[in-house]
């Protein structure tokens, strides 16, 4: 039985490798490699259109946590810090003005975006911060800031997911964004 389904696995493997496509540039490529969000997500974004001022736009507040305290309050567990921006729209691109990261003092540490892009319909982006970059500190945050030409956009659903290890164990949470003032 267990040569079988051994074979089985093997059989589909192979034939899921063999008849399979370029995969897109996110799922090639790893930040470690250097590549920007731009470039990774090049297939969910586009030009923004050029259609005068926006008839809706707001901006979203994402808490992030580069490290927290635990136990006592002695050790400092870090995490890796993924920002997740969905356009929920299945028709309209959303321009995404600009992606800032703050750290605990409400500093800009990083500006993502070097200029406005489209997000697609139905699109992601995200924009990823190392474990072993502690300057956001306890009390990081992003801000998302987005506009559209049709007044009955939808705002992007952004969440923060944060990864970490302490003691052997895996940790991971996520944190929705809220809506603040443009």
Not at 3 to 8: D, K, M
Not at 129 to 142: H, L
């Amino acid at each position: 039985m267990r040569t079988i389904l051994f074979a089985l696995v093997i059989a589909t493997v192979s034939a899921a490798g063999a008849g399979a496509q370029t995969a897109p540039a996110h799922l090639r490529a790893a930040p470690a490699t250097g590549a920007t969000a731009l470039e990774l997500f090049a297939d969910s974004i586009a030009e923004p259109p050029s259609t005068g001022t926006p008839a809706r736009r707001g901006a979203l507040y994402a808490p992030a946590y580069s490290s927290l305290f635990s136990g006592a309050g002695r050790a400092r567990i870090d995490f890796a810090i993924t920002l997740s921006i969905h356009n929920v729209s299945a028709e309209r691109p959303l321009v995404l003005e600009s992606v800032v990261y703050y750290d605990t003092a409400g500093r800009a540490v990083e500006t993502y975006l070097p200029r406005a892009v489209a997000l697609k319909p139905f699109g992601t982006i995200q924009f990823f911060v190392p474990r072993d970059d502690v300057r956001g500190g306890t009390g990081a945050n992003f801000l998302v800031r987005w506009n559209s030409a049709d007044a009955r956009a939808e705002p992007p659903h952004v969440e923060t997911v944060m990864i970490g290890v302490a003691n052997n164990q895996s940790l991971a949470f996520v944190v929705p964004a809220r809506p603040v003032e443009p």
